[in-house]
T-cell receptor, first 112, second 114 residues
Framework: SQQGEEDPQALSIQEGENATMNCSYK?????LQWYRQNSGRGLVHLIL?????REKHSGRLRVTLDTSKKSSSLLITASRAADTASYFC????????????FGKGTSLLVTP | NAGVTQTPKFQVLKTGQSMTLQCAQD?????MSWYRQDPGMGLRLIHY???????DQGEVPNGYNVSRSTTEDFPLRLLSAAPSQTSVYFC?????????????FGPGTRLLVL
């Protein structure tokens, strides 16, 4: 079953602003990942944070993880129009072999 | 490396027809999965494989079969297509636990069942 739940479902900002998306999950995890999907394309891995990490950076991306609250956030700083996409969090589930449990995604629109 | 490839890109079927969605990866990944993506539903796991000869069911396996005869290929078979199987299908491969199960996705197959 889907474990991650992103919030908000949709987000619209202007170029240069920061975008924050949140993910909540239900059971314990080993790691949490964020993926991006451009319209009509497959998902692309952005960043992975392990359960013993609290924060991780990659370029303009910052991910936090709070295992006590079972939540994560993805911050995109200084957004660009090219960041327009859907963003998904994914967790490793105990009942899905080596596949991941994906949330429903946040649709981000960055306008010039 | 081509990564994960999927064919066809688009397909229209009539109810009751069968077809096979092809998926191949050239990264020597042991683990492969099939997901379907529907509006408002996110990605749901159909079937997965942890190695050649080993497959298992995911969240929504009914109406689909898989096999894994080689490390590279993981075809998904629709036995008797139904309109409820209209969706976008994604194949993914991963290196497994050491890499945090990071998934590499194919470009997807859009399927319309009439």
């Amino acid at each position: 079953s889907q474990q991650g739940e992103e919030d908000p479902q949709a987000l619209s900002i202007q170029e240069g602003e920061n975008a924050t998306m949140n993910c909540s999950y239900k059971t314990s995890i080993n790691n949490l990942q964020w993926y991006r999907q451009n319209s009509g394309r497959g998902l692309v891995h952005l960043i992975l944070i392990r359960s013993n990490e609290r924060e991780k950076h990659s370029g303009r991306l910052r991910v936090t993880l709070d295992t006590s609250k079972k939540s994560s956030s993805l911050l995109i700083t200084a957004s660009r129009a090219a960041d327009t996409a859907s963003y998904f969090c994914a967790t490793d589930g105990s009942n899905s072999g080596y596949a991941l449990n994906f949330g429903k995604g946040t649709s981000l629109l960055v306008t010039p | 490396n081509a990564g994960v490839t999927q064919t066809p890109k688009f397909q229209v079927l009539k109810t009751g027809q069968s077809m096979t969605l092809q998926c191949a990866q050239d990264m020597n990944h042991e683990y492969m999965s099939w997901y379907r993506q529907d509006p408002g539903m996110g990605l749901r796991l159909i079937h997965y494989s942890v190695g050649a000869g080993i497959t298992d069911q995911g969240e929504v396996p009914n109406g689909y079969n898989v096999s894994r005869s080689t490390t590279e290929d993981f075809p998904l078979r629709l036995l008797s297509a139904a309109p409820s199987q209209t969706s976008v299908y994604f194949c993914a491969s991963s290196q497994g636990l050491a890499a945090g199960r990071t998934q590499y996705f194919g470009p997807g197959t859009r399927l319309l069942v009439l």
